[in-house]
């Protein structure tokens, strides 16, 4: 961290980045509990978090996931497509999911690169207030900042937003520095994994439902635009 680097692959025991999937991996897969079938999920930030080696919250989902049994490869950058061709080994995508902080800048090529790997992305971030000013607070996120939130990061498909750093004070710089929430990484590696059980079950056994908005509510005020239905 602190290197002028633009994009590379990131993982907290490395000393320094990877420039290729295949060569992070060959390096990964030698590390205890880690194997050639061990399910991968990216996790992908913003080059700034690395450059200023604000890296906390990524540290600690990396770990977090490893304990559970879910290999992570930590991938920084700018937009996806800017990082996609950190996310293939001989042209193809070993990663099952996509833990995604870096989707606030809204581009049409971020749901290219999704669709193209067949890969399936959580949308995760972090606040810039405080622990205590989130927890205290009624509203939770500033109503300002919803739109680049969640708004850009469900236009090119993520789902299931989850905050999962506040900023705090440095106490001897003064400085803002992104801490992770310890309660909603654990969360986060709940849905992964069930992520990565819905993918390898049988499709008989899947059960799906639609969740429909309807606002005022009523039968009347019922509709089914865009869909095939009787």
């Known amino acids: 961290p602190g290197d002028p680097v633009s994009a590379g692959l990131y993982h ?52 977090k996931l490893e304990q559970a049994g879910v290999g ?54 972090a606040t810039r207030e405080s622990a205590a000013l989130w927890a205290a607070s009624k509203q939770g996120l500033p109503a300002a900042r919803i739109p680049l939130l ?11 937003g989850i905050l999962i750093g506040t900023t705090e004070n440095d106490a001897a710089t003064g400085a803002g520095r992104t801490m992770p929430v310890e309660e909603r990484i654990d969360a986060v590696v709940k849905r992964v994994r069930k992520w990565i059980a819905l993918q390898v079950k049988p499709r008989p056994e899947r059960r799906v439902a639609l969740i ?3 606002n005022p509510p009523g039968k009347g005020n019922f509709g089914a635009s865009y869909l095939n239905v009787p």
């Open 12 to 63: 907290p025991d490395s000393g320094v980045p990877f420039h290729a999937l295949k060569d992070y991996l060959a390096w990964y897969r030698q590390r205890p509990g880690i194997g050639p079938a061990t399910p991968l999920v990216g996790v992908s930030f913003y080059s700034n978090a690395y450059k200023f080696a604000d890296l906390a919250y990524i540290d600690a989902l990396i770990r």
């Open 72 to 125: 992570a490869v930590g991938v920084f950058g700018g937009t996806l497509a800017d990082m996609a061709p950190l996310l293939d080994v001989d042209g193809r995508c070993p990663l099952r999911l996509l833990l995604a902080m870096n989707l606030t800048m809204s581009r049409a090529s971020n749901a290219d690169v999704l669709a193209a790997r067949r890969l399936h992305v959580l949308h995760l971030f």
């Open 150 to 160: 969640y708004g850009a990061p469900e236009r090119v498909g993520a789902t299931e």
């Open 212 to 214: 429909y908005y309807n």
